[in-house]
């Protein structure tokens, strides 16, 4: 069994940055693949960024390549997302999630663990 718990979401304005973590129990972390999803109300669940079990390859969505950095340091179970160049648009929850797989699916089924999620606002 694997807990996340997430952390570091806030109210920012537009073009500012912030940097999400996700911290992990469970000792077989380091072998799963990792992803943030997010959700704005009134939209389905979307991929965001995932990083493969080593940290070897990374993946982004369309509407966050170039500004958003997923990272993993499994020596302390945690995964982040740091966002840069803000958008209004970028405002949602925020939910990191784990699959037993090693690579990672932008498939939200694909993952068989998720946090409660963190709250990111982006004022214009």
């Known amino acids: 069994q694997v807990q996340l718990v997430e952390s570091g979401g806030g109210l920012v304005q537009a073009g500012g940055s912030l940097r999400l973590s996700c911290a992990a129990s469970?000792?077989?972390?380091?072998?799963?693949?990792l992803a943030w999803f997010r959700q704005a109300p009134g939209t389905e669940r979307e991929f965001v960024a995932g990083?493969?079990?080593?940290?070897?390859?990374?993946y982004y969505g369309d509407s966050v390549k170039g500004r958003f950095t997923i990272s993993r340091d499994n020596g302390k179970n945690t995964v982040y997302l740091q966002m840069n160049s803000l958008k209004p648009e970028d405002t949602a929850v925020y939910y990191c999630?784990?699959?037993?797989?090693?690579?990672?699916?932008?498939?939200?089924?694909?993952?068989?663990?998720w946090g409660r999620g963190t709250q990111v606002t982006v004022s214009s």
């Open positions: 469970g000792r077989a972390f380091s072998s799963y693949a």
């Open positions: 990083i493969n079990w080593n940290g070897g390859s990374t």
């Open positions: 999630a784990a699959t037993q797989r090693p690579f990672v699916s932008r498939e939200r089924y694909e993952y068989d663990y």
